[in-house]
């Protein structure tokens, strides 16, 4: 019923930036909140940043002041600007998005990118 499919990850060196972008698609009535997670290897998958529809934000402490998170409604897409970026940061990125379809209201999540940071 709804997709969502990342795009933008990559390899890049530290202090380097990175745009993430997610699409939603479907039979979508309205979108909440959509957000941006990342899990790395033996690690569980955490927050990185939310959006509301109304634009109102939310950043993990470890990435505030340099990622920031962007939304268009219009489209139903969502996208994720990583600046000053570490090597803690590697992770493979899940979009997620809260979407009201006519049958439900459901959670989905991408299919993820990976986001690799290194010398």
């Known amino acids: 019923q709804v997709q969502l499919v990342e795009s933008g990850g990559g390899l890049v060196q530290p202090g380097e930036s990175l745009r993430l972008s997610c699409a939603a698609s479907g039979s979508i009535l309205s979108i909440n909140a959509m957000g941006w997670y990342r899990q790395a290897p033996g690690k569980q998958r955490e927050l990185v940043a939310t959006?509301?529809?109304?634009?109102?934000?939310n950043y993990a402490d470890s990435v505030k002041g340099r990622f920031t998170i962007s939304r268009d409604n219009a489209k139903n897409t969502v996208s994720l600007q990583m600046n000053s970026l570490k090597p803690e940061d590697t992770a493979v990125y899940y979009c997620?998005?809260?979407?009201?379809?006519?049958?439900?209201?459901?959670?989905?999540w991408g299919q993820g990118t990976q986001v690799t940071v290194s010398s």
């Open positions: 959006i509301t529809n109304a634009g109102s934000t």
């Open positions: 997620n998005a809260d979407v009201r379809t006519f049958l439900s209201r459901n959670n989905y």
